[in-house]
T-cell receptor
Framework: GAVVSQHPSRVICKSGTSVKIECRSL??????MFWYRQFPKQSLMLMATSNEGSKATYEQGVEKDKFLINHASLTLSTLTVTSAHPEDSSFYIC????????????FGPGTRLTVT | AQSVSQHNHHVILSEAASLELGCNYSYGGTVNLFWYVQYPGQHLQLLLK??????LVKGIKGFEAEFIKSKFSFNLRKPSVQWSDTAEYFC?????????????FGKGTRLSVIA
């Protein structure tokens, strides 16, 4: 149980285009989803916290107009990287908290974004 | 604000050697503690977690960790590593009764096990 999926797993896009990444909790309801960014050989950096039906809370230094987060349902959150630039190339990982077990946080497999 | 320190950036061990990876956190209250592993090209997997009770917790694949409250530490151990343990290891923490608070991660320790 407690499986989190992400789609796509890998995407290459041209500079200036937008990319949408989906995060789904497959067998549980997630009241809260988190989006992290991981640079090569570095730790996970929290970008934003997403609660179902409300606006996402962004960490300091993360541009909310560039990284649009939508948490439309208890099983789906999306991250859209708008007008992507090469410096946005990174590994994006979503995570979900299990509704009935407040401390557990499960991670998706990540999405490798490359902006050319 | 919470923070997590992992002192070893890269550890290289021979197979069958014993492993201990350090993790210290800073937070004034009660915390939940986690160790995650990320194998090359794969996603994060939970190795073990501590919420309460016995401070020595056992996880998957022969790993264990000990919570020492007085030292704000949660070191990861394994008596005998295997080549397949080569991976990145992350310590993480969040406050007890954390609600929507996300995990805070350490910078990670890369473990390389050589034959």
């Amino acid at each position: 149980g407690a499986v989190v999926s992400q789609h796509p797993s890998r995407v290459i896009c041209k500079s200036g285009t937008s990319v949408k990444i989906e995060c789904r909790s497959l067998d549980f309801q997630a009241t809260t989803m988190f989006w992290y960014r991981q640079f090569p050989k570095q730790s996970l950096m929290l970008m934003a916290t997403s609660n179902e039906g409300s606006k996402a809370t962004y960490e300091q230094g993360v541009e909310k107009d560039k990284f649009l987060i939508n948490h439309a349902s208890l099983t789906l959150s999306t991250l859209t990287v708008t007008s992507a630039h090469p410096e946005d190339s990174s590994f994006y990982i979503c995570s979900a908290k299990v509704r009935t077990i407040s401390y557990e946080q499960y991670f998706g497999p990540g999405t490798r974004l490359t902006v050319t | 604000a919470q923070s997590v320190s992992q002192h070893n950036h890269h550890v290289i061990l021979s197979e069958a050697a014993s492993l201990e990876l350090g993790c210290n956190y800073s937070y004034g209250g009660t915390v939940n503690l986690f160790w995650y592993v990320q194998y090359p090209g794969q996603h994060l997997q939970l190795l073990l977690k501590y919420f309460s009770g016995d401070p020595l917790v056992k996880g998957i694949k022969g790993f264990e960790a000990e919570f020492i409250k007085s030292k704000f530490s949660f070191n990861l151990r394994k008596p005998s590593v295997q080549w397949s343990d080569t991976a990145e290891y992350f310590c993480a923490v969040n406050p007890r009764n954390s609600g929507n608070t996300p995990l805070v991660f350490g910078k990670g320790t890369r473990l390389s096990v050589i034959a």
